[in-house]
Structure formats: structure tokens, C-alpha cells
């Protein structure tokens, strides 16, 4: 079973630019989490989607940051446009909700110049 | 709000030894789950183990345990015989008791594992 993708692994943007983070679920995971660790401090969650819902969105920074999760599958996270304190790690991860393990894939990490 | 504490930035161990990784956390809810999660410098985040609020064991996971006192709100990550793989960052976290609500994370420990 293919776990948590993420794409691209690597993105070096200048500031003012856009970027879009793309996740793909575990097949069949309802629940869809974004996270981020940014340089030396905590991995902070972002927003989580129940199928195509954003269920809690109250961890998203600002409006520079749109995430989407049409059709219930996969998830993209755009940012636009970006600043230099948006550089760090983005996590993606999924789960059924029904057992207690969130799956995470390898993030992707962001460095806005 | 939950919270999350780790106070070992870092810490070393002779291979073959026990190490005991420090996690104390902070919540109102009377149930709760507690992680623990190990990148390596590959970067992915592999989950270790959980523990439930009302469980009333202590989990264990192969060379994993979890020293639960639910009192002193702590959940400390036990490896026994520690391996040179086992070097890495660990990090501790809270969610709900199912797989559906948002993980609150501690700052992390990086282990290193000492031939």
C-alpha cells in the first residue's frame, strides 16, 4: 500500500512568488492534515480537511495560504504570494479517523529567498 | 489549549543502552492521546507508538515503551538496546484518541547513538 506523498520534495522560490504543495493521501484516508516546522521550532498544524471539507482551518498563518482538497483525494497547498518567513518544512498526513495513528508523508521543504 | 514539552534539545547514548526521552504535556480534556514520532535525516516522521488517556498499561512497541503517568502528565518514550539507527529526532505529540483531530508537537530530542 503507497503511503503519504508529497510533491515537490525540494522548492527554492524567490520572495513574492507563488507556490503550489501537492499531498496525496493514503487511499481511502478521509482526514487530511497539513503541518509545518519552521528552522528550530515546533511542528505546528495548518489545517485539516474530513473528504473535501476544510474541518479546522485555524492554524493557517494568513491569507497568503489557500489550501484545497477537491474531490475528496488529494490536496494542494498554495502559497501566493510568498515571504521569507514562510520558508520551513510542509508536512502533509492522513488517517481513517477511526484508529489513532496519522500517517505522514515526507514533507516538503520551502525556502523563499 | 494542549502544549507540549520536551526539555532535552538533545541527548546521547551508548549503543546497546536504554535511553528514557523526557515528555510532559498540558491539556484540559479528559481524553487524549499521546504519540510519539522519529524522523531520521531522511526527514519522514515514522510513527512509534501511542498511548491512550484511559489506557491502563503502559504501551509498549517492540523496543519502544511508553512510561505513562497520567498524574504528573507525562508520557516519556523508553528504547531499549538502542540501535546506530535509532539516532534521530524525536518528537512527542497530543491528539484525540482516534486518528481525526490536529497533533500538538513538542520541540523534539535528538538521539544520538554512540558506537
Known amino acids: 500500500e503507497a503511503g503519504v506523498t508529497q510533491f515537490p520534495s525540494h522548492s527554492v522560490i524567490e520572495k513574492g512568488q507563488t507556490v503550489t504543495l501537492r499531498c496525496d493521501p493514503i487511499s481511502g484516508h478521509d482526514n487530511l492534515y497539513w503541518y509545518r516546522r519552521v528552522m528550530g521550532k515546533e511542528i505546528k498544524f495548518l489545517l485539516h480537511f474530513v473528504k473535501e471539507s476544510k474541518q479546522d482551518e485555524s492554524g493557517m498563518p494568513n491569507n497568503r495560504f489557500l489550501a484545497e482538497r477537491t474531490g475528496g483525494t488529494y490536496s494542494t497547498l498554495k502559497v501566493q504570494p510568498a515571504e521569507l518567513e514562510d520558508s520551513g518544512v510542509y508536512f502533509c498526513?492522513?488517517?481513517?479517523?477511526?484508529?489513532?495513528?496519522?500517517?505522514f508523508g515526507p514533507g516538503t521543504r520551502l525556502t523563499v529567498l | 489549549a494542549q502544549k507540549i514539552t520536551q526539555t532535552q534539545p538533545g541527548m546521547f547514548v551508548q549503543e546497546k543502552e536504554a535511553v528514557t526521552l523526557d515528555c510532559t504535556y498540558d491539556t484540559s480534556d479528559p481524553s487524549y492521546g499521546l504519540f510519539w514520532y522519529k524522523q531520521p535525516s531522511s526527514g519522514e516522521m515514522i510513527f512509534l507508538i501511542y498511548?491512550?488517556?484511559?489506557?491502563?498499561q503502559n504501551a509498549t512497541e517492540g523496543r519502544y515503551s511508553l512510561n505513562f503517568q497520567k498524574a504528573r502528565k507525562s508520557a516519556n518514550l523508553v528504547i531499549s538496546a538502542s540501535q546506530l539507527g535509532d539516532s534521530a529526532m524525536y518528537f512527542c505529540?497530543?491528539?484525540?484518541?482516534?486518528?481525526?483531530?490536529?497533533?500538538?508537537f513538542g520541540k523534539g530530542t535528538r538521539l544520538s547513538v554512540i558506537a
Open positions: 505529540a497530543m491528539g484525540g484518541t482516534s486518528g481525526n483531530t490536529p497533533l500538538v
Open positions: 498511548q491512550g488517556s484511559y489506557d491502563q
Open positions: 498526513a492522513s488517517s481513517l479517523g477511526v484508529e489513532n495513528e496519522q500517517f
